[in-house]
């Protein structure tokens, strides 16, 4: 079966501009989460939803950042006004919903900010 | 303190050697734990999950020390397609369902 599909894989964004990153999970999967990873980092939490219900975002660093899951499959991550440090790779993970349960990754978007 | 602490290496090991990376964590009330590869320029996938009672498969031992807040990962006769990076990742705690990730460590097996 399907992955966890992202598009675009890669994306170029002159700064201030709007982009929006798209993550298709595995079918059925009720957990979906956001991460931001930095060259030579781990992943960094942003947001998680379970379903359609956006349960946690205290990892979004400000308030450009805004992420949807409106009918609890396809997720959107948006930022707004693009910033230089935005730049990175932003994963998505879907999972069953079980603390103890493997979280199933996308190849992620690279986003550069010029 | 990061929540998650791992030493970023790279540990540059023979192939057959034996290496250990810890990762120790600052919440006592996590609740489970797992060990994920990262290859360059590629997502994570789940290597193991780590149980209290430790676990292996294959040539992978995982430990948890739940007294001292460490995990351990264990790898027996390394081989070449071992090079990547190992992140160590906790969740839960405290009603959080957040996974925490450390920065990973880096193993290049070399012939």
């Not at chain 1, 957990?31 to 931001?36: N, V």
């Not at chain 1, 359609?52 to 992420?67: N, T, V, W």
């Not at chain 2, 906790?90 to 012939?111: A, D, E, K, M, Q």
Request: with cysteine; glycine share 10%.
């Amino acid at each position: 079966g399907a992955g966890v599909s992202q598009s675009p894989r890669y994306k170029v964004a002159k700064r201030g501009q709007d982009v929006a990153l798209r993550c298709d999970p595995i079918s059925g999967h009720v957990s979906l989460f956001w991460y931001q990873q930095a060259l030579g980092q781990g992943p960094e939490f942003l947001t998680y939803f379970q379903n359609e219900a956006q349960l946690d975002k205290s990892g979004l660093p400000s308030d450009r950042f805004f992420a949807e899951r409106p009918e609890g499959s396809v997720s959107t991550l948006k930022i707004q006004r693009t910033q230089q440090e935005d730049s990175a790779v932003y994963l998505c993970a879907s999972s069953t919903g079980n603390l103890y349960n493997e979280q199933f990754f996308g190849p992620g978007t690279r986003l550069t900010v010029l | 303190r990061k929540e998650v602490e791992q030493d970023p290496g790279p540990f540059n090991v023979p192939e057959g050697a034996t290496v250990a990376f810890n990762c120790t964590y600052s919440n006592s009330a996590s609740q489970s734990f797992f060990w994920y590869r990262q290859d360059c320029r590629k997502e994570p996938k789940l290597l193991m999950s780590v149980y209290s009672s430790g676990n292996e498969d294959g040539r992978f031992t995982a430990q948890l020390n739940r007294a001292s807040q460490y995990i351990s990962l264990l790898i027996r006769d390394s081989k070449l397609s071992d090079s990547a990076t190992y992140l160590c990742v906790v969740n839960g705690g405290g009603g959080s369902y957040i996974p925490t990730f450390g920065r990973g460590t880096s193993l290049i097996v070399h012939p």
